[in-house]
């Protein structure tokens, strides 16, 4: 691992520990990355204690290979498929579930996966390299109507319009195949006076061509009906975001599975032994510490989210459609 692939794990403290409640336990880490996460939740588990971690990126996979303990096994697959691929291997329920979801710094560091407007590199984007629709490719086919929807309501962008309209008219000239082609494409239509002065004009384009590509919020969503599904009472399920529009999604999952009865209208005459019961208690909100954030800038927007399940059987929770999420304040990290 070189320097540039070092991986400081956000929270690497305090999420295993809102996750871990029985050394003895099965564990999923659903973002293995660099196996910051993974290490530390090893170093809590006794020798019957299991991890079976995910990730859908290749690299992360063999990267996960320099963990050699009989107790971890990782797993090619995308965390929305946790269910399926842990039924496969005869694992029904499981003590915990952890998600870091995003980026991690290699991918974004690695000029050839496309992620950065910082270095020239081929638009590809996607987490998982073996399959699926790269950015250029999406960005060639797409309607302009989609490519306006996804830049405003996955990166918040003012502009969505003219960038998109500025996409249509450079891919009948010639294709967008390159970063530093979609980054020059944005500097050049978003006016010089609305540029932010912090952030590099291409961000918000870049965040939501991502979330796209990987298809990201429809990911969470799903994963956290499947860990919600797979959870045994008192199994405690951990979710970092960093940014506003994943965060709502695990806040609300949260909302909806501890408080089930907010959703029923107060004026019904329905008796309170027949409202639903919560099927988590309460969730915790944490957030890195001041030292952290400064150690680490990348941690000053996570936000984790843990709670624990209750005994109430597993039902299937109304899922907002994240495809339809509005507004995000957030940063490509
Ligand atoms: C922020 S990094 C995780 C870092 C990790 N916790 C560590 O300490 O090294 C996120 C990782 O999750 C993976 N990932 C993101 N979305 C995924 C998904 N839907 N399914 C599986 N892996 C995913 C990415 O490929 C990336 O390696």
């Known amino acids: 691992m070189t320097e540039a692939f070092v991986h400081l794990s956000v929270l690497g403290v305090e999420a295993p520990r809102a996750l871990v409640t029985d050394a003895d336990g099965l564990y999923v880490d659903g973002t293995f ?22 990730d859908r990126d290749p690299e992360a996979v063999k990267a996960a290979a320099d963990i050699r303990d009989p107790r971890f096994q990782i797993i090619h697959a995308p ?31 690695d000029a050839s996966r496309g992620f950065s407007f910082r270095f020239d590199g081929p638009l590809d984007m996607r987490m998982d390299t073996t399959r699926g629709e790269t950015a250029a490719e999406w960005l060639a086919r797409a309607p302009e109507g989609d490519i306006v929807r996804v830049l405003a309501d996955y990166g918040e962008e003012r502009f969505a319009g003219k960038i998109a309209r500025a996409i249509v008219a ?59 599904s797979l959870l045994l009472p008192g199994g405690r399920l951990a979710v970092i975001a960093f940014h506003s529009l994943e965060d709502r999604i695990v806040k609300r999952f949260f909302e909806r599975t501890a408080h089930p009865e907010r959703a029923i209208d107060p004026r019904l005459p329905i008796p309170v032994e027949q409202l639903p019961k919560p099927l988590f208690e309460a969730p915790e909100r944490i957030l890195p510490s001041k030292a952290e954030c400064e150690a680490n800038p990348r941690a000053r927007s996570a936000v984790l ?29």
């Open 305 to 333: 989210r843990a709670a624990a399940r209750t005994a109430e059987p597993w039902r299937a929770t109304d899922a907002a459609p994240a495809s339809g999420a509005k507004s995000a304040s957030s940063r490509q990290r």
């Open 33 to 54: 990355g660099r196996g910051g996460h993974s290490r530390r939740i090893l170093s809590m588990l006794s020798e019957k204690g299991r991890l079976i971690a995910f």
């Open 79 to 109: 965390f929305s498929h946790m269910r399926e691929a842990l039924g496969e291997i005869g694992v029904t329920a499981v003590n915990g579930v952890f998600l870091d979801i995003g980026v991690s710094s290699p991918q974004i560091d």
């Open 170 to 228: 450079e891919r009948e000239k010639s294709p967008i195949e390159t970063t530093k082609a979609l980054a020059s494409l944005v500097e050049r239509v978003v006016p010089r006076n609305r540029r932010d002065a912090v952030q590099h004009p291409a961000t918000r384009t870049f965040q939501a061509v991502r979330i796209q590509v990987n298809g990201e919020l429809d990911e969470l969503s799903s994963a956290l009906e499947a860990a919600g």
